[in-house]
């Protein structure tokens, strides 16, 4: 048996983890249900629960990683005893690693394609018609976008394969300075936009015109989704931190991160749609309608396109990778099949899923459960129920089975007042108004 991988340092750790928490969910999801959910008020939900519920839960499954050694399943008979219930958890992980990685590379693969329109200038040759529908002839192209889906998923195999070291470690170490550097200039450059100033103004003011019960939902879920919680990655990277790095200041910088970077992805982003007047509410296609727009219209905005969307490969990339290491850590560790063969046949079974999430835009988008395309179903499933029901349960573990010498030393050291409050969130308050969001939640979705 070898022995386990472990970071380098504290930075290639918080650059890992920062990668897995920065990605689509940030730069695309949260400003389009930003504006599905009308701006400010929406925003202000998401803030409160990262903090209360988010970050507390993101110290849980770091030390639950740490603690144990081990990955996602494994990590609970370790702390608990052989064949616990709670390794339960672990195995809904799983689950959802296989969903979200599933669609979450079909949309990687829209940005590599846009990213490729983008270089070879075909937005420069379109009026702003054929610029706002490609994304909807896209759709309607399944040979294309499997093409793409089918790349996006060979990159994140490719530094899977490679390992944690070799792999993770390095290409995070690469690609989250360069998106940190490109997303710095994009926010410098919006300042001089008209609309610069509204868009601070939609994100940032209390206006609760628009918000449903619907939306306090979607904010709760997203929070999990952003963080990359309740469903083992954290565990899973956590696994391969030495035990004695301390770890809640890491949890909190890493939350630090995501959230900064989630609120420049919206400045820029409702900065170009109020620039041309356009409708914040568009959904899912926003980030795809607004920035070609720039092509056209702005004289350096190819570059600003090009810069953008290759930033926002970079976010998918390190996170998309993170998703897979949960299922291939799992396997190796377990079944003791070696790396190579585990990430392969893991990333062929996702991509055939992802089929599912692809297809969903053309030939299968009749096919609907409960009302939902596949790629809807496994989009809202996740973020919420997988996930808070995961983080639910990962707060309650920490806190009630592991309880307050494991949050001393995830705090490193005695510290009773963070102590005393950490153990608050996880025995009580996130427990509690999780698991309140998720029985509305039910009732909202089955009466
Ligand atoms: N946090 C990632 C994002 O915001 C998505 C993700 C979810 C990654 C769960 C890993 C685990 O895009």
New binding site residues.
């Given amino acids: 048996m070898t022995a386990r991988a472990h970071w380098t340092n504290r930075l290639a750790f918080i650059l890992a983890a920062s990668g897995?928490?920065?990605?689509?969910?940030?730069i695309w999801?949260f400003p389009y249900i930003t504006g599905t959910n009308g701006g400010g008020a929406f925003v202000l939900i998401y803030l409160v629960c990262i903090a209360l519920v988010g970050i507390p839960i993101f110290i849980a499954e770091l030390y639950i990683g740490q603690s144990s050694q081990k990955s996602v399943v494994e990590s609970f008979e370790v702390l608990d005893r052989k064949n616990s219930p709670w390794k339960s958890i672990g195995w809904l992980g799983l689950a959802a690693?296989f969903l979200?990685l599933s669609f979450?590379s079909v949309v990687g693969g829209w940005v590599l394609d846009f990213e490729y329109r983008s270089l070879i200038g075909e937005f420069t040759r379109e009026t702003d018609d054929q610029i706002s529908s490609t994304l909807g002839n896209l759709f309607g192209n399944p040979g294309r976008q499997l093409l793409w889906h089918f790349i996006f998923m060979a990159m994140t195999v490719s530094i899977v394969l490679r390992g944690v070291k070799e792999g993770l470690e390095k290409w995070n170490k690469i690609l989250m300075p360069g998106l940190i550097l490109m997303l710095v200039g994009l926010l410098v450059y919006s300042v001089q936009l008209d609309g610069f100033m509204q868009s601070l103004k939609y994100l940032f003011s209390f206006n609760t015109d628009a918000l449903t019960p619907a939306g306090v939902l979607e904010a709760v879920g997203h929070s999990f989704?952003?963080?990359?919680?309740g469903?083992g990655?954290i565990i899973t990277y956590g696994s391969y931190l030495q035990k004695r790095e301390a770890i809640a200041r890491t949890a909190i910088v890493v939350g630090l991160v995501d959230t900064a970077v989630a609120l420049a992805a919206g400045v820029v982003i409702f900065a170009v749609v109020f620039t041309f007047g356009m409708e914040p509410g568009a959904g899912p296609s926003l980030m795809f309608k607004t920035l070609p727009m720039l092509f056209v219209k702005l004289p350096v905005g190819q570059i600003v396109a090009i810069i953008f969307f290759l930033l926002v490969s970079f976010?998918?990339l390190t996170?998309s990778v993170?998703?897979l290491e949960v299922v291939v850590a799992y396997w190796e560790e377990k079944k003791k099949i070696s790396r190579k063969v585990v990430t392969i046949v893991t990333g062929v079974i996702i991509y055939a899923l992802g089929m599912l999430s692809a297809l969903s835009t053309n030939v299968l988008s009749d096919f609907k459960i409960m009302g939902l395309t596949f790629f809807d179903l496994f989009d809202k499933a996740t973020s919420q129920y997988f996930?808070p029901i995961g983080g639910l349960f990962i707060a309650m573990f920490f806190g009630w089975k592991l309880g307050p010498e494991a949050a001393k030393h995830a705090l490193g050291g005695n510290r009773p007042g963070f102590s005393a409050g950490l153990m608050w969130s996880a025995r009580l308050v996130a427990p509690i108004a999780v698991g309140i969001i998720i029985i509305y939640k039910i009732y909202m979705d089955f009466q």
């Fill in positions: 897995s928490a920065v990605g689509l969910g940030n999801k690693a979200i979450y989704f952003t963080l990359s919680l469903m990655a976010a998918a996170s993170s998703l996930l």
